[in-house]
T-cell receptor, first 114, second 113 residues
């Protein structure tokens, strides 16, 4: 069965510091992968997605992610974090056989210190 | 284009009651999915509708049901509410292709007392 792991439940960084959020997946084939962000009390906003091609994907708000097949990872990065990036981040591979079904990781809650 | 809208945004019910939540997808989107978000279980897929047909279903009891209308608007219904049904219910829509992105609404916060 497909699964996704976000090992870090909480991360705290200082404003201006770099950020990397980890995501590992278990899949039978190359998945398509998404990162979403959720601010308190809000729905989910897509940051970026990977379907095929270039393994380094650029997203909104200065985020990027790199698909590494050999490590089954799709880590999210940002070179310089802003206070407004404080939110919860979800990695979500698409499920085979039901392409509209996303399997979400547990999420990583990001806090940003001024 | 307007985004995905969900009504109501907040709802309080008591155990044993039933509830209906509504989702209006982005114009032109034919697929609607529903997710439940709770602190303990995280985000879990409920079901997906495409062209008025349920195409995919998650692992939830039969008390959870849904439907989609010809204009792609969707409703989900939960009967015989339990305390554990308290959650944020999110609706997402996408056009048609399997590679299309899902766009999420703001959710309906259901509290069961």
């Amino acid at each position: 069965a497909q699964s996704v792991t976000q090992p870090d439940i909480h991360i705290t960084v200082s404003e201006g510091a770099s950020l990397e959020l980890r995501c590992n997946y278990s899949y039978g084939a190359t998945p398509y992968l998404f990162w979403y962000v959720q601010s308190p009390g809000q729905g989910l906003q897509l940051l970026l997605k990977y379907f095929s091609g270039d393994t380094l994907v650029q997203g909104i708000k200065g985020f990027e992610a790199e698909f590494k097949r050999s490590q089954s990872s799709f880590n999210l990065r940002k070179p310089s974090v802003h206070w407004s990036d404080a939110a919860e981040y979800f990695c979500a591979p698409g499920a085979s056989g039901g392409y509209n079904k996303l399997i979400f990781g547990a999420g990583t809650r990001l806090a940003v210190h001024p | 284009k307007a985004g995905v809208t969900q009504t109501p945004r907040y709802l309080i019910k008591t155990r044993g009651q039933q509830v209906t939540l509504s989702c209006s997808p982005i114009s032109g989107h034919r697929s609607v999915s529903w997710y439940q978000q709770t602190p303990g279980q995280g985000l879990q897929f409920l079901f997906e509708y495409f062209s008025e047909t349920q195409r995919n279903k998650g692992n939830f009891p039969g008390r959870f049901s849904g439907r989609q209308f010809s204009n792609s608007r969707s409703e989900m219904n939960v009967s015989t509410l339990e305390l554990g049904d308290s959650a944020l219910y999110l609706c997402a829509s996408r056009p048609t292709s399997v590679t299309d992105t899902q766009y999420f609404g703001p959710g309906t916060r259901l509290t069961v007392l």
